[in-house]
């Protein structure tokens, strides 16, 4: 009889300590300034191969649906590895630690912003920092991809959605086709984008691998009942109560109902949220300019968490400008407030509901290929944002080019900005070259640019 190989990198988390709990998750918060892709490594390394909470099968598995849903991955996938260990209250210490940093450092610095970001000094700090960023965001999307993009089919794949993107294919679509593409594939008999499973690797006696699930992530009616129930009254007091008492013109029913619509339309992860609220904000709304959009996503790569919490900056900067009888610094706390529990709180409405559901169709090759496929065309929208915001941190202007039914962003090389390149290119080597972390990358690159300021180099 074949013996039996002991895997306890494969089963399913135990129970933590809430000490523990607390640690790790705002231990992952904190670490987590530069975006989503550096999130999720961090994640990885510290939850799958440092403390095996979880193996590295379910991680990408739960990571492949948490990008299939609306909202945030970085943020969900929290929510449910924080679940699975303690239960609905380890979700919320999960989720909630995730956020709580960043929604504290994004507040002071949109105070900052709208009290003082459009000073010559402001933009200096702004010249330092967004070059800093775009290294960090391409150390993060390499590291992440390599975890990832598991085969050539999924690099094709991830590549044929950064061009979509790129050329102002919705993102909806992309995500859509990116998943037909994978059941497809599934279908015909082809495997190639379908993640490998460990239990593989092992003898007829481990082909099946040991369930040990607790009791909470099995279905259960009632509980999916009471949870859908709990969770939506939360996520819809608000835009109801605010839509009653004030009506539909209001600053506030208008965040509230634009990032409710948010919430359930960015389908695609942190990036495709971030997307998808700038472009309601800038064209729709008339809210702020592309210009303030850009520097609210560099604020959003500079603070703890999911780069999600851009929604705030983009709510307090409209509820400032719009306070009516407020004063204007007390609505705009508010605005961003209400704009990131409108996009932040579906997060564990659906993790909650989908989370018992997750196990049971861990080895369904049909969905592991699709939700896969999802993944590779998650990554090429997150390399597209970072192309958006490399292009008008580099450049000083950018034409949008029609060609068709397609539109695509090119620039203007006569306007490229020497200085903003020539520290992208030394933050680059700090973070590839010489491993310098993302907090000190940022911080120097900010204090380059306040020190060209002062010599009269940059205005």
Known sequence: MDAVVERPATRAP???SLRDAFSVWGQISLAGIGGAALQLATMHRLLVQAKRWISEDRFFHALSYCIAMPGPETQQLSIYIGWLTNRTFGGVIAGGLFVLPGVVCMMALTFGYVTGGDSPFGHAISLGIRPAILAVMAEGILRFGRHVLHSPSMAVLATAS???AFIRVPFPIIMTTAGLIGAIAVLSGYRGLARPIPAAKYGPAEAAEPR???????????????TLAFWLVLWLTPPITLLAVFGLHNIFTQISLLFGKVALMAVGGDYAVVAYATEQVVTSYHWLSSREAQEGIAMGEMVPGTIMIVTQFLGSVAAFRHPGELPPLVAGALGGLLATWMTMCPCFLWIMLIAPFLEGLRRN??????????????????????????LRTVFGHIERIHFSYFRFDFPTFATVDFWALVLFLCALLAVFRFKIGTAATLIGSSAVGVALYMLGLAV
């Not at 040990?212 to 009471?226: T, Y």
């Open 14 to 16: 135990g129970p933590t």
């Open 162 to 164: 950064f061009i979509a």
């Open 212 to 226: 040990e699930l607790p009791e909470h992530a099995e279905p259960n009616l009632k509980r999916f009942i009471v």
């Open 365 to 390: 090759t049909f969905l592991n290929s699709t939700m896969q496929a999802v993944t590779a065309g998650a990554v090429g929208m997150i390399l597209n944002l970072s192309v958006w915001f490399g």
